[in-house]
T-cell receptor
Framework: QKEVEQNSGPLSVPEGAIASLNCTYSDRGSQSFFWYRQYSGKSPELIMS????GDKEDGRFTAQLNKASQYVSLLIRDSQPSDSATYLC??????????????FGTGTQLKVEL | DGGITQSPKYLFRKEGQNVTLSCEQNLNHDAMYWYRQDPGQGLRLIYYSQIVNDFQKGDIAEGYSVSREKKESFPLTVTSAQKNPTAFYLCASRGVRITEAFFGQGTRLTVV
């Protein structure tokens, strides 16, 4: 079982619709969760972080966390063509040598169609 | 501007050659990481360092080496022992009380 799992997609939504991206994680000790956006050939860019159960909204983005179900999601409202990218889910974990690491899912490709 | 700088952006390696990827940050972050990204496989951790003069292997450290002589710098050497080095390499850093990681722009390494 992968530590962080995402559907690879592609997820296609029409412009103006809500895009829903999902992620599950296996480490119950994970405390912090992140969504990164990665355009083709570029490095990941942090767009949302969430630490407690419930919803967190930032502009058109809403992150949702359910620790009991080990589930994280990202909603993008009023999707725009510029939102077309790969979205990476990440969760913190404990490294063998101490300290924290970020474990990433393989990403979900989102395509927003005109 | 504060940030993480990776260089070069593109790098070509001949068979049997060692190459070094640079990563410098001026964010005063303690922790630094190297990830490798292959198509469809997400980011995999190569090495990490929590403090100067200390570093640990990640999930795929074989064929790689690092050093952390300065807080700002965490170079990665891809040795000839790494049989399939063609990939996109990403350096990241985090502060002690900051859980988010921030990435450099990446280095794309190709074996020729």
């Amino acid at each position: 079982q992968k530590e962080v799992e995402q559907n690879s997609g592609p997820l296609s939504v029409p412009e103006g619709a809500i895009a829903s991206l999902n992620c599950t994680y296996s480490d119950r000790g994970s405390q912090s969760f992140f969504w990164y956006r990665q355009y083709s050939g570029k490095s990941p860019e942090l767009i949302m972080s969430i630490y407690s159960n419930g919803d967190k909204e930032d502009g058109r983005f809403t992150a949702q966390l359910n620790k009991a179900s080990q589930y994280v999601s990202l909603l993008i409202r009023d999707s725009q063509p510029s939102d077309s990218a790969t979205y990476l889910c990440a969760a913190t974990g404990i490294l063998t040598g101490g300290g924290n690491k970020l474990t990433f899912g393989t990403g979900t490709q989102l395509k927003v169609e005109l | 501007d504060g940030g993480i700088t990776q260089s070069p952006k593109y790098l070509f390696r001949k068979e049997g050659q060692n190459v070094t990827l640079s990563c410098e940050q001026n964010l005063n972050h303690d922790a630094m990481y190297w990830y490798r990204q292959d198509p469809g496989q997400g980011l995999r951790l190569i090495y990490y360092s929590q403090i100067v003069n200390d570093f640990q292997k990640g999930d795929i450290a074989e064929g790689y080496s690092v050093s952390r002589e300065k807080k700002e710098s965490f170079p990665l050497t891809v040795t000839s022992a790494q049989k399939n080095p063609t990939a996109f390499y990403l350096c990241a850093s985090r502060g002690v009380r900051i859980t988010e990681a921030f990435f450099g722009q990446g280095t794309r390494l190709t074996v020729v």
